[in-house]
């Protein structure tokens, strides 16, 4: 090397062939896929959610996106625990159905294939008893 050239990190890159096209990100991974709620899977549970906070029963949420599945969490205060969990699993879609509802416990309360017959569990109406 002369005193005339660039140091090896200063010499601009060029490609192999002239015309080549450079692919810097020819071997990196894709982006992973991510399991979301959809437009309308969204409007129903927030038509839910809506009118339980207009009850007094509920106060906050949270919606978390996964590789494996999408939950939406229902929380009485946001410093404790959630309630209750909505998960969308697709992975479960064939067999017991891709959505489920999750009690604080960890146990099942319903699970299912259609959003709106699932979350019916946490949506109880008040019903006059004659005693």
């Known amino acids: 090397m002369s005193d005339l050239e660039p140091p090896e990190h200063a010499r601009p890159h060029a490609p192999e062939r002239a015309g080549a096209v450079v692919e810097p990100f020819r071997n990196a991974a894709p982006a992973p896929a991510v399991v ?3 437009r309308r899977e969204l409007q129903t549970i ?3 959610y809506g009118r339980k906070v207009a009850e007094g029963e509920w106060r906050d949420y949270a919606i978390d996106f996964t590789r494996e599945r999408a939950v939406f969490s229902i929380f009485r205060r946001a410093s404790e625990a959630p309630l209750f ?3 969308k699993d697709p992975r479960l879609a064939r067999r017991q159905g891709a ?3 999750v009690a604080v416990t960890g146990a099942i309360l319903k699970r299912g ?4 017959r699932v979350i019916a569990v946490l949506d109880k109406r008040l ?5």
């Open 36 to 38: 979301s709620f959809d």
């Open 46 to 48: 927030l038509n839910l």
């Open 85 to 87: 969990r909505i998960e």
């Open 99 to 101: 959505y489920s509802v």
């Open 113 to 116: 294939q259609d959003l709106a």
């Open 127 to 131: 019903k006059l008893v004659d005693v």
